[in-house]
């Protein structure tokens, strides 16, 4: 009797959780991403940019969402000086897209909206 | 449909499989040797088609068509095997389908069915508003399969050595990523719902290996009652949403030490248990753990029983080592830390009572504070006493020892590891817990008395005639 109480007690709980299961968002991330993967190459290595630095851990989920969604290509976070070809930008605020651009030495292929970016690297700064 | 079949047809090759390597042994009654071989034979399937996929992705040969050939192979070679061992299937006595002794055991089925019907469809709403798991999921066990799925050197990415994939875990065994890899690839795909369903197959699959190896042992009340408290288990249960290979790893532990325990009536076994050991080591490093431990316990008690469970460990233990040598070596920082730092978290008393405090803290949080599982266990425990079978008490006794050892060194890596400790001990140990529950719940409903008047006339029986274990 214990257990089945604590059964339907523990299904009202699941019932709430579930209106907000996906806190990070890894379901929309797959459409907001979909047009960057569509123009990418189907493997290989590919940059990462972003205006939320990945040692923070908004950063990291942004990061971890990005990278599940485009795989099998691997993401790299872009470094300073290092790396060229693709670049992939996802940005919490959107206005940050031109100042990170400059910053790495990328031009951009195109933007998609709601913060996704795809930029090219030519040449090292 | 491709997919579906890339997924379905391992487990029956692994069912046909398992009921040919059982076949002709003394499990009763006989559904529950019908239902033990069926959730053996899944996991086992599941293993070794993530082995093949692998060893095939290894080659350079995995194609969906070649899946197919793959999954068309297994199949034929676990009909082929249980067509050849038919005779020995028919020679099951009838006293196995003795009817249980406790007359309302068909109510306790039906309560149970109907607790976990409505369990079920709260964990299926939160897998369907999460598809794609937990945090853990798409960073590591999915993301590794979506490597292993893709295009031509794709899978090494999976394997990757770039210091910014550490935490994808590179150096992570692929039983879970590899299977999921298997069905993707084959489907053309990544849909969401292979991962899904292989979560709430290895929960299923774990009620029922729990439940038939208990209606075996201990008869059907025995089996109920804990799947009672497997019912009340509820941070256990949230696992099947996660798409994690905690839940996996529970099952490869339960099998192993299931068949040790069944091991007493048909030696066999053995080369099974070490088997499904050693598909725990093809899980999650823990498993490897785990299989070692579970060798030096059986090293302890019978030389002979340690050569045969070696027989059936070997093959993929080896490969397990092969992977580690020359695919994917450690780069856990676990591993990579110096002499000087071990030392000093070995010796920092906080740590020990930080670790003990979670300890206590997540055993609290494992189900709903007044239906917890532990506390159902003390009401039974008070209500049955304890009785441990003398004839099956070596090998509980090896089995809690590999059990022990196995959550001693899950607490010595915490001891040790040096990754922030509170971290660590929220993001993982409840999931550790999870691993060791079935296999735990297994052995303390085998100390636990058969209620008299519920204990099957098969059971009873065998219980005053104790016999050697493992000599054979």
């Known amino acids: ?125 | 449909m491709t997919g579906f079949l890339a997924f379905a047809v391992p487990l029956l090759a692994g069912w046909r499989l398992a009921a040919a390597a059982l076949a002709g042994r003394t499990i009763r009654p006989v559904w529950a040797a019908r239902v033990f071989e069926a959730a053996l034979g899944a996991g086992a399937g599941i293993a070794i088609s993530s082995i093949a996929f692998f060893l095939l992705t290894l080659g350079g040969a995995a194609s969906p068509a070649a899946i197919l050939v793959l999954d068309a192979a297994l199949l034929a070679a676990g009909l082929l095997a249980s067509w050849r061992t038919r005779g020995r299937r028919a020679a099951v006595p009838s006293e196995s389908a003795a009817p249980p002794a406790f007359r309302w055991n068909w109510l306790l089925a039906l309560a149970l069915a109907a607790g976990f019907a409505v369990v079920l469809y709260g964990l299926i709403s939160i897998s369907a508003a999460n598809p794609f798991g937990e945090w853990d999921a798409w960073s590591i066990w999915n993301l590794r399969a979506k490597f292993l799925a893709g295009p031509g050197d794709a899978w090494r990415s999976a394997l990757s050595a770039l210091p910014e994939k550490a935490g994808m875990h590179p150096d992570y065994p692929l039983l879970l990523s590899g299977f999921v890899a298997m069905v993707w690839k084959a489907a053309g795909d990544t849909a969401p719902w292979v991962p899904q369903l292989t979560g709430f197959l290895f929960l299923a699959l774990i009620l029922a290996l729990l439940g038939s190896a208990l209606a075996a042992l201990r008869g059907l009340t025995s089996a109920l009652l804990a799947g009672f408290v497997l019912l009340a288990s509820t941070s256990f249960l949230f696992q099947a949403t996660m798409q994690y290979a905690d839940l996996p790893l529970g099952f490869y532990y339960l099998a192993s030490i299931a068949l040790l325990l069944l091991a007493e009536s048909a030696p066999n076994c053995l080369a099974l248990s070490g088997a499904c050991a050693s598909f725990a080591a093809w899980t999650k490093n823990e498993g490897a753990a785990f299989a070692v431990f579970l060798t030096l316990a059986l090293l302890a008690v019978d030389r002979r029983a340690v050569r045969r469970y070696l027989t059936g460990a070997a093959p993929v233990l080896l490969l397990v080592v092969c992977f580690k040598v020359f695919l994917a070596p450690a780069s856990d920082p676990l591993f990579k830390q110096g002499a000087a730092g071990l030392a000093q978290r070995f010796a920092d008393p906080a740590r020990y009572v930080q670790i003990g405090k979670a300890l206590a803290v997540e055993a609290y949080h494992f189900g709903q504070p007044w239906s917890h599982p532990l506390l159902l266990l003390a009401i039974l425990a008070v209500a049955l006493r304890f009785r441990i079978d003398p004839a099956g008490a070596r090998g509980l006794r090896v089995a809690a020892t590999a059990l022990a050892l196995t959550f001693a060194a899950y607490c010595g890596v915490y001891v040790v590891t040096p990754s922030d400790l509170a971290w660590h001990l929220q993001t993982s140990l409840s999931r550790l817990y999870g691993q060791l529950w079935p296999s735990f719940l297994l052995l303390v409903f085998l100390t636990l008395d058969v209620p008299r008047a519920t204990a099957p006339a098969a059971v009873l029986k065998a219980q005053r005639k104790p016999k050697e274990r493992f000599r054979k």
């Open chain 1, 1 to 125: 009797m214990l257990a089945l109480a604590g059964a339907l007690d523990y299904s009202q709980f699941l019932s709430e959780y579930s209106r907000s299961a996906d806190q990070f968002q890894i379901g929309a991330q797959q459409a907001r991403f979909r047009d960057a993967a569509a123009a990418l190459p189907a493997g290989g290595a590919v940059g990462y940019v972003s205006d939320v630095p990945v040692s923070d851990p908004q950063g990291q989920a942004m990061l971890g969402a990005a990278q599940y969604a485009l795989a099998p290509r691997i993401l790299a976070p872009l470094k300073r000086g290092k790396g060229t070809g693709w670049v992939v930008g996802s940005f919490a605020f959107p206005e940050e897209v031109r100042s990170v651009a400059a910053e790495y030495g990328l031009s951009t292929v195109s933007n998609y909206g709601n913060g996704i970016v795809l930029f090219r690297r030519e040449r090292l700064q």
